[in-house]
């Protein structure tokens, strides 16, 4: 056992202390005592494979460890990790978390992505209408502070970095509240954080002014009337989901009937809505949380997102008894849904007999009305105008870029929508398993257009351009 007491903190030594954060070595009683350029010595009461592990993980450097008396660690910890360099560096961590608080919220960012890039760097990425935009880097240490600051503020487990964590925390800017959900993933031995801003229900936007024309939402919302109507919402994650199911929750008068959610997380807080988390550590799924908001006579049930075949097979039992439901699904379109579904499990017997309607989207962005600048459309274009009936002029607009857009040539996003109606004929194509190519067949007869018509729609009155379409859809889609 080496002595510690004459510890002090010399070059070297804080040379060390500067690869450990001082969370880390407080939490698990690990002095660093030198480091030569390759090797990192460091004292600790015992000396266990975990421990080795996280250290290299960690620190990304051979590490040879000192037995000592814990006492003694904790006693020389403080010289190694002075009070008023804490305070400072705390200081720092703070003001450039605040700095990224509001670059974020000043773009209308509605995710901020914190990721490693070396050993204790990183740098911070704002997702703006859908694309990832570079903010800034974080140097050496600072990234990993910040990150430290996040979860004590989010409620995290501090001494946790190689497990997941989700967790919230608010944030005040300008004299508003804005409540972020924090995930944490284990990245290289650091841990990458995204931030998504959650919406208030109060300032969830209608159907109309999400981009969902008349007669579509005409479609939508007679459907979501019917007693015991499921109502699924389907598309790719980022593509706006949970917003229109708020939407479509706001359709409800709260006051009359009762009304239960489950969610993985909870995005929004509604009230005169009973909202139950997925923990699946304490034992809640989807399917346990279910199962218990029936027995709380709902009349409306919304369920976050359909991934198993028991909560699959729960809703649709819920929906026969009449209980109204609104979901998510993870599918490419409406089409796809009643296969996904079967895929999942469902009883396509029972899914032809439940399934009201499928609504299928994307979001894209909108060009800046200031810097657009006109443009032609494609033959493509015209000619998947000309088979469905929709009449396009030979101009179009594109994106340019000024100051007002931080040029790109783009601010906020419109869904694009196709609305697929569960008729008796579409319901027996179900249960026999038709392909979707034939169900198409089926709705287009009944008035169904592949959500690409939508976005051709937007394209024409000049709020997107068909670059952004392609980015999202094909051509071929409306094959």
Sequence with gaps: MTDASGFHASPTQRTA???????????????????????????????????????????????RTILLPVREIRECLKQAYPPAATRDADSQAAQALDEIFSAAIGSYACDVHLEPTDARAGRVRLDVDGVLQHDRQLESGLFERVVALLKVRSNMN??????????????????????????????????????????????????????MGSELMARYQRALKRPGAFCVIAGPTGSGKSTTSYASLQTIDLSHVNVCSVEDPIECQVPGIAQIAVNERAG?????????????????????????GDTVSIALQASLTGISLITTLHARDALRVPTRLAELGAN???????????????????????CKIRSSISSQALAVGRRYGLALGAEAWEAQGCDVCDYSGFQGRVGAFEVLEIRPELAAAIERGDAPADLGKI?????????????????????????????????????
């Design 443 to 479: 709705a287009f007869v009944m008035g169904y257009r592949p959500m690409i018509v939508d976005a051709l729609r937007h394209v024409a009155a000049g709020i997107t351009s068909e670059g952004e379409l392609l980015r999202h859809l094909s051509f071929e889609d409306a094959e």
């Design 17 to 63: 202390a500067a690869l450990l954060s001082r969370s880390f070595a407080y939490e698990a009683d690990v002095l660093p005592i030198s480091y030569d350029g390759t090797t990192l010595t460091v004292g600790v009461s015992a000396a266990g494979p975990e421990l080795l592990e996280e250290l290299r993980q960690q620190t990304r450097k051979t590490v």
């Design 348 to 370: 396509r017997s029972t899914l032809a007999s439940s399934l009201t309607i499928a609504v299928s989207q994307r979001l894209l962005r909108m060009l800046c009305r200031r």
């Design 284 to 308: 809640i799924t989807f399917p346990v949380a279910l199962r218990a908001l029936l027995r709380q006579n709902p009349h409306q049930l919304f369920i976050g997102e359909m991934r198993d």
């Design 158 to 211: 501090t001494g946790e970095s190689r497990l997941p964590q989700d967790g919230r925390l608010a944030v005040t800017f300008d004299g508003r509240s804005f409540d972020v959900r924090t995930s944490t993933i284990p990245v290289g031995g650091l841990e990458k954080v995204v931030l998504r801003f959650l919406q208030r229900f109060d300032l969830v936007p209608d159907l109309e002014q999400l981009g």
